[in-house]
Every structure is written in structure tokens, then in C-alpha cells.
């Protein structure tokens, strides 16, 4: 039996990953059954990142195997979330899991909407996209396409990050993600 996480946020960068633990490499897929937005997870965040609940639509993003050990540590650092099942017939991946094979996602039921006090960091856009960008051009099209909410607050934090797990990310990529989310920004 093999346990897989369904990252579809920060998870998706290689390297704000590996600040928290082992996984293997990333294989993109597309969930069935849920929705992602840009939401407050609970007020201890400054800022409002991506939630996924259970609703009509896709969200794309990227499995990762990970150890026993390994889903503790990334449950640390999904708090506020709680993590559910995947059901196989909800994953579209060009990746064969066995009947014995467990794929969590972190959601959030009911997100609060972002506001001035909690806004959309431009860091963790930045993060997530990189890691959408890793895969492909069209990846990170698609997560724009498919993520609720870009007319919230939107903080430029660039020259100070505030989001903790920034990485992935250089001034050169800039420009690409800014065009990326030009028409969809608030």
C-alpha cells in the first residue's frame, strides 16, 4: 500500500516541498468532484491560500508519494486543513494505483473569503506557479482557469515575502507569472 498526497497549491513547487519532508517525484492529475479557491484557512494565517473543497469541477495538481512519516509531516503543515480520500474514479493520472493505494487531498470546508487583513500573497502565487511551471505553460493556464477568487485582495509582497514557504522562485519568473494571471487579477 502506498499513500499519495493531491497537492494542488504550494505543493506543486518541488522546492517549497522539500522544506517539509520527502516525497517522490511529482505526476500531474487532474481531480474530479472538487473546486479550488483562494480562501482563509483560520485566522492564525496572514494570508489566504488555496483551499480545495468538494463541489463541481476539476483542479489540477500533482501526485506525490510520500511515507507513512512523511503524510504526519505534511499534515503539520497543511493545518487548518483536514485530509480526505480520493476516490480512483475521481483522478485522471498517467500513474497505475493499486486497490490498495491511498490518495489524500487537504480541504477546507466553507473558506472564509480573502480580505485586507488576510489577503492573496503575491509570494505564494509566485510559489504556486512556479511549480505549476515545472510542468508546463499550459498546466499553469489551466490553474488559473480553474482557481475561484482572483478578484479578492491581492498583496504585492515581493520585495518583503511574507509567505513562509517561498522558494522556487526567481525575479526571472516574474514576468511569466505576471502575464499568467494578468486577466484574472482583481
Request: overall charge negative; proline content about 6%.
Amino acid at each position: 500500500m502506498a499513500n499519495y498526497i493531491f497537492g494542488y497549491g504550494s505543493l506543486m513547487n518541488s522546492a517549497s516541498r522539500q522544506l517539509t519532508g520527502q516525497t517522490s517525484q511529482a505526476t500531474p492529475a487532474t481531480a474530479h468532484g472538487f473546486k479550488r479557491y483562494w480562501g482563509k484557512v483560520d485566522d492564525s494565517y496572514i494570508l489566504s491560500p488555496l483551499v480545495v473543497n468538494k463541489g463541481q469541477g476539476q483542479v489540477n495538481g500533482v501526485l506525490l508519494e510520500v511515507s507513512d512519516r512523511g503524510l504526519l509531516e505534511f499534515d503539520v503543515r497543511e493545518r487548518g486543513y483536514h485530509r480526505v480520500v480520493i476516490e480512483p474514479d475521481q483522478l485522471d493520472a498517467p500513474l497505475s494505483l493499486s486497490s490498495s493505494d491511498q490518495v489524500w487531498v487537504y480541504i477546507k470546508d466553507n473558506p472564509q473569503p480573502p480580505c485586507s487583513l488576510s489577503p492573496i500573497m503575491q509570494t505564494y502565487v509566485d510559489t504556486v506557479l512556479a511549480g505549476c511551471l515545472e510542468i508546463s505553460q499550459h498546466f499553469a493556464e489551466q490553474f488559473v482557469q480553474h482557481t475561484v477568487g482572483w478578484h479578492f485582495p491581492l498583496e504585492n509582497d515581493r520585495h518583503q515575502p511574507k509567505y513562509g514557504n517561498l522558494a522556487g522562485v526567481t525575479p526571472a519568473d516574474h514576468p511569466t507569472i505576471d502575464a499568467l494571471i494578468a486577466d484574472v487579477i482583481g
